[in-house]
Structure formats: C-alpha cells, structure tokens
C-alpha cells in the first residue's frame, strides 16, 4: 500500500506573512490562500495513492481555524481528502506515531526536524524549505510541480 501524509501549514495554506488581510493567525483567516498547485496536485495525487491523510501540529484554536478554511475552500470535494483524514497533534514528535498508525508511507512537511522524527516513513520529503540539518534519506522538493514529478507513477 501507498499511503501519503501530508502537513498543513505551509505545504497547504501560505505561512502567515504579517498581512491581517492573508494572514492564517489574523482575523481574515479564511482568506489566506492555499499553496500554489496544492489542491491539484493533491487531487492527481489521491488516484496514485490508496489513501492521503494531512497530519498537523497545532494548537485546539488553530486545528479549528484549520478545519474551517479547509470547508471554506471546499478542500474536500476539490482533492478527494475528506475531514475523517485529518489528524491533529500538539507537539512535532507526536506526528510520528500519527504516521506509524495509518500506516504512512510517504510523507511531505516543511519542517526537517519533523521528517526527522518519521523514522518508519520510507519516502520523506521536504517542502520549500532549505535546511543544513535536513535528515538523512529526505528529498528536498521546491513544490507541488516537483513533488508530483516524484510521487506519480510515469
């Protein structure tokens, strides 16, 4: 079995940037934009894999937030992922045992120290993000383009 995990914030939704108006953590939430290529790529994606689940560290306001922009932006019925495959943790390391339960076999985070807690991940891959510590064995990826190339079948 293919099954893919995938972070939420900075993979999916744009990282807060300062702007009240785009920001994750500002009062217009629900307007920040997703990742360029995300929903698409995430779409094509779950014909390539037998599931994908999004595994994110966040605090019970944010994981709210989070389950609101996903409906707002029709997340669901856009890439195939349904709220049922949305897991929530409030620490990084915890994301690993999230991932060894569902039987993770591929994952995508913008953060290396949590792919470095992924140790029964075989596939792990960077997302937009140039790191010194990267972990050994995980494949830097610039985006959604790339990261498609990589995970679907040619």
């Given at each position: 079995m293919?099954?893919?995990?995938v972070?939420?914030?900075?993979?999916?939704?744009?990282?807060?940037?300062?702007?009240?108006?785009?920001?994750?953590?500002?009062?217009?939430?629900?307007?920040?934009?997703?990742?360029?290529?995300?929903?698409?790529?995430?779409?094509s994606l779950?014909?390539?894999?037998?599931?994908?689940?999004?595994?994110?560290?966040?605090?019970?306001?944010?994981?709210?937030?989070?389950?609101?922009?996903?409906?707002?932006?029709?997340?669901a019925?856009r890439?195939?992922?349904?709220?049922?495959?949305?897991?929530?943790?409030?620490?990084?390391p915890?994301?690993?045992?999230?991932?060894?339960?569902?039987?993770?076999?591929?994952?995508?985070?913008?953060?290396?120290?949590?792919?470095?807690?992924?140790?029964?991940?075989?596939?792990?891959?960077?997302?937009?993000?140039?790191?010194?510590?990267?972990?050994?064995?995980?494949?830097?990826?610039?985006?959604?383009?790339?990261?498609?190339?990589?995970?679907?079948?040619?």
């Amino acid at each position: 079995m293919r099954l893919l995990g995938v972070d939420i914030g900075g993979v999916i939704i744009e990282p807060a940037d300062g702007d009240e108006d785009t920001s994750f953590f500002g009062r217009n939430y629900l307007h920040t934009p997703p990742v360029a290529g995300a929903f698409g790529a995430l779409a094509s994606l779950g014909g390539a894999f037998d599931a994908v689940h999004l595994v994110s560290k966040c605090s019970e306001d944010t994981s709210r937030r989070t389950l609101e922009w996903l409906a707002y932006h029709d997340f669901a019925a856009r890439t195939g992922i349904g709220p049922d495959r949305v897991h929530f943790c409030r620490t990084r390391p915890e994301k690993a045992p999230i991932a060894a339960d569902l039987g993770l076999t591929h994952f995508v985070d913008d953060n290396p120290d949590v792919l470095g807690y992924l140790t029964t991940v075989a596939h792990r891959y960077l997302f937009r993000t140039v790191a010194a510590d990267t972990p050994a064995g995980v494949v830097p990826v610039a985006g959604w383009p790339e990261l498609e190339t990589l995970l679907l079948p040619t």
